[in-house]
């Protein structure tokens, strides 16, 4: 009996922990005394155990056992040079100090040279590295892994090869894709692929992570818009693709980052875990209905909050969650971005910073922002002009938060609410991915008192993964005044009011593999940006403290 993946630390509280793991066959799986059973999907296991009983504000070092068998540590050479795993709780005597990596866009190692020539090294690889000669206290307290985790439709030369052979033996050629995943057992490979390496599986056995997706965990432009979706409900494989690709999330990211309460009021949870067999009917259709929209709603909600001290965690699903089909696009349906405010409003007297975690960004560079509203306008025009504004939605990417300004508007307004607190947080951030290149920029609402809270975007993107060769001059050139003013004119004259705040970047554009550091002290908080200068090396690139108006 073994691991073939895990354990990895996810939700963490003051006296409780979750742990996730795939093993090799079914059994009973124990950590520091709390044990779980198995579940089965297709044939592959996996288990969740919720440890208890622990102290606030202990580190506490644990092994994982299955059927009383110990399998974790490994007894394997390439994991001799990192420390023990550990279990850290939060507390009242650490309630005020936190520390959390975030990143985006994190392609596999791989075999193939030339593509690793041009991938460069990996910056959550060389941060676990530097981490294990680290004492414990100067170790995160979350990593926060905001999308692409997983590349399914661009997948590494090996996978590729492997699933190009798998159609031709089972003579699936012209039926699914050659070069992309369709099954649920294909995704399995895919994230054994990218947890399995020594680095990223130790980090994250001992670093609580949360995690959210994005498109290319399940494909390029997932969820673009409406047309993006018709087009795709006739190929003849998606049905079942996107079925596997939101029950494999569902199982190896969202389970382990719904807290304890959550995991026990959530009925699918314990339906899954009460099942005895093959689970994959149960998963199947929770993944087809978290698909489908009905009257502006999704049947499954992926955003979820964490309490880190006194800092909050938002995470808000920015990617399925997205309504399209009703003739109004919003990021979130309105039941969901309800739940959002309310869980983002709710005491702000009783945390002094904010986070609000959302895989694409809510704030882009001024230009950029700006021709994506106006591209929505366009697309909303009847014929012609409208089916062309759509292509160039779909070929250049316009679907970030200003490509939804609905919803973009009402994120800064429900900001502008939670700044102007008298007891309210010292910083809101907003923590994002997806556009390969790193900035932070500092807003100003329209609103905020002097004193209120002060307002960042906080982009980290690619942790590793290549820049096409677009994108740095077009985010360079996005982010200059000339450009900004001619589509703020543009804007008007189209008749859209310009957006109720001001931006402007304080740090970046940055290029190249990045991981940041949120470094939060009481009410002061800074972002750290760092990028690889050697396997467990790496340098400061840029430095911003959150506090200055």
């Known amino acids: 009996m073994g691991l073939v993946l895990g354990p990895a630390l996810r939700h963490v509280a003051d006296t409780t922990a979750l742990i996730w793991v795939q093993t090799e066959n079914p059994g009973t799986v124990e950590v520091l005394g709390c044990s779980a059973r198995t579940f089965e999907v297709q044939g592959f296991h996996f288990a969740l155990v919720l440890v208890t009983g622990l102290d606030p504000d202990s580190v506490t070092e644990y092994e994982v056992r299955v059927d009383g068998r110990t399998a974790w540590p490994l007894e394997d050479p390439e994991f001799a040079k990192f420390p023990p795993s550990v279990i850290r709780t939060r507390g009242p005597a650490g309630a005020e100090r936190v520390r959390a990596i975030f990143g985006s866009c994190r392609y596999p190692k791989t075999d193939d040279k030339k593509l690793e020539a041009k991938l460069k090294l990996d910056a959550l690889d060389c941060y676990a590295g530097r981490m294990a000669g680290l004492p414990i206290d100067e170790w995160p307290d979350a990593a926060i892994m905001l999308g692409d985790q997983l590349y399914a439709d661009e997948l590494p030369p ?17 039926r699914r894709p050659p070069d992309e995943v369709v099954s649920f057992g294909e995704y399995e490979r895919l994230y054994r692929h990218s947890w399995g390496d020594p680095e990223i599986r130790w980090l994250m056995s001992t670093v609580p992570t949360a995690m959210i997706f994005d498109d290319h965990d399940i494909r390029d432009d997932w969820n673009t818009s409406a047309p993006w979706r018709a087009e795709m409900a006739k190929v003849p494989w998606w049905r079942e693709r996107i079925k596997a690709g939101l029950a494999s999330y569902w199982v190896y990211q969202h389970l382990g980052n719904l807290s304890p309460e959550d995991l026990a009021g959530d009925q699918d949870v314990q339906r ?3 099942a005895d067999g093959d689970t994959w009917p149960i998963l199947a259709e929770l993944a087809e209905r978290a698909d489908r929209e009905v009257d502006s709603h999704k049947g499954v909600r992926f955003s979820y909050r964490w309490e880190l001290g006194r800092t909050r965690l938002i995470m808000i699903d920015s990617r399925n969650g997205r309504i399209l089909e009703h003739g109004e696009r919003m990021m979130i349906g309105d039941e969901e971005f309800t739940w959002v405010e ?13 986070m609000l975690a959302t895989s694409v960004p809510w704030l882009m560079p001024p230009a950029i922002g700006d021709l994506e509203s106006l591209n929505e306008h366009a697309a909303d025009l009847p014929g012609r002009r409208g089916r062309f504004a759509e292509k160039i939605r779909q070929e250049v990417d316009f679907e970030h938060w200003p490509a939804f300004r609905k919803s973009f508007v009402r994120l800064a307004q429900m900001i502008t609410r939670i700044a102007n607190h008298p007891r309210g947080p010292a910083t809101i951030s907003v923590l994002s991915g997806d556009v390969h290149h790193s900035y932070a920029a500092r807003a100003q609402l329209e609103g905020v008192e002097p004193d ?43 008749g859209l009011p310009s957006p109720p705040m001001r931006w402007a970047n304080v740090c970046g554009p940055l290029f190249g593999n990045t991981i940041a550091t949120l470094e939060i002290h009481g009410r002061k908080a800074v972002v750290i940006f760092e990028q690889p200068r050697g396997t467990s090396a790496l340098a400061e690139v840029g430095r911003v403290s959150l506090n200055a108006h």
């Open 158 to 174: 090996d996978e590729q090869r492997r699933v190009a052979d798998r159609r031709v033996r089972r003579n699936k050629r012209g």
């Open 452 to 494: 209120g809270a002060t307002v960042h975007q906080l982009v980290c993107s690619p942790v590793h993964n290549y820049v096409p060769l677009f994108i740095k001059p077009a985010f360079m050139l996005g982010w200059t005044r000339p450009a900004a003013a001619l589509t703020r004119w543009w804007l008007r004259r189209r």
């Open 272 to 274: 899954l875990l009460a």
């Open 342 to 354: 309310s869980n983002a409003e709710e005491h702000p007297d009783r945390y002094d910073h904010l």
